[in-house]
């Protein structure tokens, strides 16, 4: 094993770099589902998502976003800042899909009159169960005011990414993402990339996204290349 290697993720791989201040991450051609309980190699995935990430971070970035993004190294390389990574997937939907039709029975593809933000505790062993606001600062994962702070971040994130998506002919359904701490400031940290997004094409309302994968209903590297292509040609 490389004597760099910090963190080996199911998508990625983080490595020490020269600078204590910075982190090398690699993506992985490897995708999983249900908590890593199906595990495929798939070559070229690891070369989309990065590509696709580079994309969604640069137009972020460009709109007042801060990520933990320094530079990309290669394809499938990135330069990041080191961050204390708040142990929360925060998870933002514009429409039913997923585990909330499943947890409330209701209907895929139904607009919420607003968008629902909720947190889960980043913990493989269980499975990364749903948090509540209460256990998050009952358990010190947060303070109040980075609760309220990681809120309105994942709140203007959606705002900047809905007509993104948008021009691209894709409706952006729901999204995870990931905060970490840096010079008491909170940045955006991980990726933005079909993995852990749901994208629907407007006109036929097919998933163009992991459930592609979940779900065994179509080839994932021809699927990430079509929004990939998409969000170039915007
Ligand atoms: P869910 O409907 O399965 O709860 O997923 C909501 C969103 O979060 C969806 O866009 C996929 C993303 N997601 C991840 O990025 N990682 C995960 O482990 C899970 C379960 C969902």
Request: glycine fraction near 4%.
């Amino acid at each position: 094993m490389d004597n760099n290697l910090i963190y080996s993720g199911k998508a990625k791989d983080l490595f020490k770099t020269e600078n204590e201040n910075e982190l090398l991450v690699v993506y992985k051609d490897q995708a999983t589902a249900f908590n890593g309980k199906r595990k495929e190699i798939i070559p070229g995935k690891g070369v989309l998502n990065c590509r696709i990430s580079t994309l969604v971070f640069d137009y972020l970035i460009d709109n007042g976003i801060e990520t933990h993004v320094i530079q990309n190294i290669s394809d499938h390389e990135q330069l990041i800042k080191k961050t204390e990574v708040i142990p929360l997937e925060v998870v933002l939907r514009n429409r039913v899909s997923g585990s909330f039709a499943k947890k409330f029975d209701l209907i895929d593809g139904e607009t919420l009159e607003e968008p629902v933000i909720e947190f889960y505790f980043k913990s493989d062993k269980l499975g990364d169960p749903f948090i509540n606001d209460s256990q998050v600062l009952s358990l010190h994962i947060a303070t109040q005011s980075e609760i309220d702070f990681v809120k309105q971040q994942t709140l203007k994130i959606n705002k900047l990414l809905i007509p993104f998506f948008s021009k691209a002919n894709l409706d952006l359904i729901d999204f995870k993402l990931e905060f970490g701490r840096i010079d008491d400031k909170i940045i955006l940290v991980d990726e933005f990339s079909p993995d852990n997004c749901r994208l629907w094409d407007q006109t036929s309302h097919n998933s163009l996204d992991k459930d592609i994968f979940r779900q065994q209903k179509g080839d994932l590297v021809d699927t990430y290349e079509k929004v990939l292509e998409r969000i170039i040609a915007e």
